[in-house]
């Protein structure tokens, strides 16, 4: 039999494992979903960033409801309110990124994208600290913009900003449809709304190129790698990893796109965009963990 100072090691270890293994699974979730994005681009020429988002919503959300069978029955009108205003988040946020990746490199749009979510970790925290990590950010899109990509588009910008407002949106809306939905049922019923939504403006921007088979497939590659695959690993790790270091791994995610960018899409990196990147990653680290001492 085990002692009890054995027992105790053994169930550190195990848990040790546990947690390395959620932090692999949330940087694979990251890695998909840049790359994802990367693969999406390659695919503008064929379908439009419209008829692109159109392809990834529609697969992910028949994939989510083969998957999750979601109930729809038992809910109250509120709960409903709420799946629709997500799916609204959901498909802006997703067709304002895409356009934004169609007109910027990778990285400069994830970085001005992630404004949002900083920006909504700052304002919850309201600590003196926060300012302090959103002066760091700021730092970074002023050198992004003015120095970091030369002839940054000003349309490119405003777009990846205004995703990053309905990603901070995506957010809230994210945690209040958790609690009224089991497991994933509210994510599934959310992007269906989204699909629904980007299916006209896919149909108007792409038109039969949408029936195209290689263009079916990839879109379907660029749902898999941006939509489920991320989502099934973050489920995941969730399990596992406290929501905080969850947050803090996600702040990776600039880095991950401007990596992503540069590996696929061959959009160079220069000493400004990387101090750019890593400064918005650094704030982001620092006013999550600020948070999470905070609370």
């Known amino acids: 039999m085990l002692t009890a100072e054995a027992q105790a090691g053994t169930t550190g270890a195990a848990g040790a494992r546990g947690r390395i293994g959620s932090v692999a ?8 979903l840049q790359f994802g994005a990367s693969v999406a681009v390659l695919l503008f020429p064929r379908a439009g960033a419209l008829g692109v988002v159109t392809l990834r919503l529609v697969v992910a959300s028949l994939v989510l409801l083969l998957v999750c069978r979601p109930k729809v029955r038992g809910h109250k009108r509120g709960d409903w309110a709420t799946v629709l205003a997500f799916g609204v988040a959901l498909a802006g946020m997703n067709s304002l990124f895409y356009e934004a990746i169609d007109r910027i490199p990778l990285g400069a749009a994830v970085t001005l994208e992630f404004l949002g979510p900083l920006i909504l970790s700052v304002a919850t925290s309201r600590r003196l600290l926060s300012l302090v990590w959103a002066s760091l950010a700021l730092g970074g899109v002023v050198l992004l913009g003015r120095e970091g990509f030369d002839g940054l588009n000003l349309a490119g910008a ?3 900003l205004a995703a990053g407002g309905l990603w901070a949106a995506y957010i809230l809306l994210s945690a209040r449809t958790g609690q009224h ?9 959310a992007m269906t709304v989204a699909a629904l939504l980007s299916l006209p403006l896919g149909i108007v921007s792409a038109g039969s ?3 195209n088979p290689v263009t079916l497939g990839l879109g379907a590659a660029v749902a898999l790698m941006s939509s489920v695959l991320p989502y099934t690993l973050e489920l995941l790790a969730l399990r596992k990893l406290p929501a905080s ?34 400064l918005v990653v650094i704030a982001s680290v620092g006013a999550v963990r600020s948070a999470g001492a905070h609370s």
């Open 25 to 32: 699974l949330v940087i694979g979730g990251i890695v998909s």
């Open 245 to 278: 270091g969850f947050a803090v791994m996600m702040s990776l995610e600039p880095a991950a796109a401007a990596t992503a960018g540069f590996l696929v899409l061959h959009q160079a990196l220069g000493w400004a965009e990387v101090l750019a990147i890593g």
């Open 181 to 189: 939905f089991p497991q994933a049922d509210g994510l599934a019923l």
């Open 209 to 211: 190129a949408l029936l």
């Open 158 to 160: 405003g777009f990846a």
